[in-house]
């Protein structure tokens, strides 16, 4: 069965300065899409990054970039120069292919505190 | 122009009753979800429809049932609600025939609480 896993339930990071949240996954399917999703106090899911499994190259956005290790199956979320409004629960998760409906699984949630 | 819109926002019910949330999006996609967040902000998959034709069923009691008119709507109509239905429901649409890396693009969310 495809699992994500975040390990840590809360994290908090100072303002500007860069926090990881971590995320590994357990599959046996070679090609797989991974996805960062925050969602804020105003409940709405927000795309963050996204990740192609075939691509070894780590998607970067902005301030967010991840550290993807597909032989580990470790799928990081970087956030540089924290601000204030990074505040939220981030999901990992992991997008199986066509054939099983293109769903999400996701990760239990990161809760991001963020102190000024 | 709202992406992903789902009503009501807020639901408030007693156990037994049978209520729908109504889902529409307007960006062209073939397949829609309903994921349920618990109280401890775990998402899960619920169903998924593809041009009306549902393709996942995720062991979801049948007191669930998702109704999809076209493919721009999936409504998830809940019979004899129980105390333990009391969570907030996402809908989300995605492309099918597209790029797996085409993310979910979900609405605001439906807070249903059961007394």
């Known amino acids: 069965a495809q699992t994500v896993t975040q390990s840590q339930p809360e994290m908090s990071v100072q303002e500007a300065e860069t926090v990881t949240l971590s995320c590994t996954y357990d599959t046996s399917e070679s090609d797989y899409y991974l996805f960062w999703y925050k969602q804020p106090p105003s409940r709405q899911m927000i795309l963050v990054i996204r990740?192609?499994?075939?691509?070894?190259q780590n998607a970067t956005e902005n301030r967010f970039s991840v550290n993807f290790q597909k032989a580990a199956k470790s799928f990081s979320l970087k956030i540089s120069d924290s601000q204030l409004g990074d505040a939220a629960m981030y999901f990992c998760a992991y997008r199986r292919g066509r054939e099983y409906g293109n769903k999400l699984v996701f990760g239990a949630g990161t809760i991001l505190r963020v102190k000024s | 122009d709202t992406a992903v819109s789902q009503t009501p926002k807020y639901l408030v019910t007693q156990m037994g009753n049978d209520k729908s949330i109504k889902c529409e999006q307007n960006?062209?996609?073939?397949?829609m979800y309903w994921y349920k967040q618990d109280s401890k902000k775990f998402l899960k998959i619920m169903f998924s429809?593809?041009?009306?034709?549902?393709?996942i069923n995720e062991t979801v009691p049948n007191r669930f049932s998702p109704k999809s008119p076209d493919k721009a709507h999936l409504n998830l109509h809940i019979n004899s609600l129980e105390l333990g239905d009391s969570a907030v429901y996402f809908c989300?649409?995605?492309?099918?025939?597209?790029?797996?890396?085409?993310?979910?693009?979900f609405g605001n969310g439906t807070r249903l609480t059961v007394t």
């Open positions: 429809y593809n041009n009306k034709e549902l393709i």
């Open positions: 960006l062209g996609h073939d397949t």
């Open positions: 989300a649409s995605s492309p099918y025939r597209g790029n797996e890396n085409s993310p979910l693009h």
């Open positions: 990740q192609e499994a075939y691509k070894q």
